[in-house]
C-alpha cells in the first residue's frame, strides 16, 4: 500500500502521533527522490500532539486562529464508559468515604484514573503504575487515616504487590481497593496477569482472610457494597476490598468474537 501510494504522489505528509517512526522509515525505504514531509523536514513540529491548526498548516491551507474544528474531534473530557463496573465501585465509594474529611484516595493509572473527574472526583492523587498502596501507606503512617488505595487488577500485580507486602509486615491501616474487570482495559484488553489469583496473592502476602472482601459492582448492590467499603474502611489493619465485574466493552467484543467463530 505504501508502494503504491508512493508511485501515484509527487509527494508524500507523514502525518503522525508522537515520534516520527514512520516517516524515517519512509525515507529509508523509498528513498528516491519524491520528496517525504511531516515532523524531520520541519513541515510539521518535531514535538507536540497533532492538531486541527498543524495538520492544515502541513497541508498549505490558511490556517488562522478561529479555525473551525470539526465537532468529531472537538475536545471532549474523557470519562468512564456507559456501565462501567469503576463506576459502580466509585458511587459506593464515595458513600463510604462520606463521613471523613477529603483527600483520602490513593489512586493508580489505568481507567479507572477517570474516576477523578466528575461526577465522581473520588480520587485524589495519582503518580504512576504501583504508587497508589505505597502513597497511602505512607499517608496512614503519618496519622492521616483511614487511607484508601485504588488499583486496577493487572496494575496490582504489575507493581502493586510489593507495597501490600510493606503494608502487612508493618501492619498500617489502610484499605486496599483492587478493581478486577479481568483485564487490562486502558490498554486495549491485553490478559491481565492478576485473573483468578488475587485472593490467593492477598492471602499468600499475609492479609487476614477475613479482611479480603469480594463485592460485585452493581447497582442492585449498593447498599450493600457501601457497607463492606465501611466496615473495612474502619478497620484498623490492612484490608482488601476487591469488585469483581468484567469490562463491558472486552465483555461485548468477546461476544462478539464468539459469534463469529459459531458462523
Ligand atoms: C510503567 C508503566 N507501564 C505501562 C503503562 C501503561 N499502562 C497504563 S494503564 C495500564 C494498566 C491498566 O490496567 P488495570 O490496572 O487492569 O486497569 P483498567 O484499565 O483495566 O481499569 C498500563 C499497563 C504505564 N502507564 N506505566
Request: glycine share 10%; hydrophobic share 35%.
Amino acid at each position: 500500500m505504501v508502494n503504491k501510494i508512493y508511485q501515484e504522489c509527487d509527494s508524500i505528509l507523514v502525518l503522525e502521533e508522537g515520534q516520527p517512526l514512520f516517516e524515517e522509515k519512509l525515507k529509508g525505504f523509498l528513498n528516491n527522490g519524491k520528496k517525504i514531509m511531516g515532523r524531520l523536514d520541519g513541515t510539521l513540529t518535531v514535538d507536540g500532539e497533532l492538531n486541527p491548526a498543524k495538520v492544515g498548516k502541513a497541508l498549505g491551507l490558511e490556517v488562522s486562529e478561529g479555525l473551525e474544528v470539526p465537532s468529531l474531534v472537538a475536545p471532549r473530557p474523557p470519562k468512564l464508559c456507559e456501565g462501567c463496573p469503576h463506576a459502580d465501585t466509585y458511587r459506593a465509594l464515595n458513600e463510604a468515604m462520606a463521613e471523613y474529611t477529603k483527600g483520602r484516595v490513593f489512586a493508580d493509572i489505568g481507567c479507572y484514573t477517570l474516576g477523578a473527574l466528575p461526577p465522581y472526583n473520588a480520587i485524589n492523587t495519582t503518580v504512576d503504575m504501583g504508587a497508589s498502596i505505597t502513597m497511602a501507606k505512607g499517608a496512614s503512617e503519618a496519622g492521616f487515616q483511614p487511607a484508601v488505595a485504588v488499583i486496577g487488577d493487572s496494575t496490582f500485580t504489575h507493581s502493586g504487590m510489593t507495597g501490600l507486602l510493606d503494608c502487612v509486615v508493618d501492619n498500617v491501616p489502610i484499605t486496599i481497593i483492587i478493581l478486577d474487570n479481568s483485564i487490562t482495559a486502558m490498554t486495549g484488553s491485553q490478559k491481565s496477569n492478576a485473573t483468578g489469583r488475587i485472593e490467593s496473592i492477598c492471602e499468600g502476602i499475609g492479609v487476614a482472610k477475613e479482611h479480603i472482601r469480594v463485592i460485585t459492582p452493581l447497582k442492585k448492590f449498593h447498599e450493600e457494597n457501601v457497607n463492606v467499603l465501611k466496615e473495612e474502611i474502619a478497620y484498623q489493619g490492612v484490608s482488601v476490598v476487591i469488585p469483581r465485574r468484567e469490562c463491558l466493552v472486552w465483555l461485548n467484543k468477546k461476544r462478539k468474537e464468539e459469534k463469529q467463530k459459531q458462523k
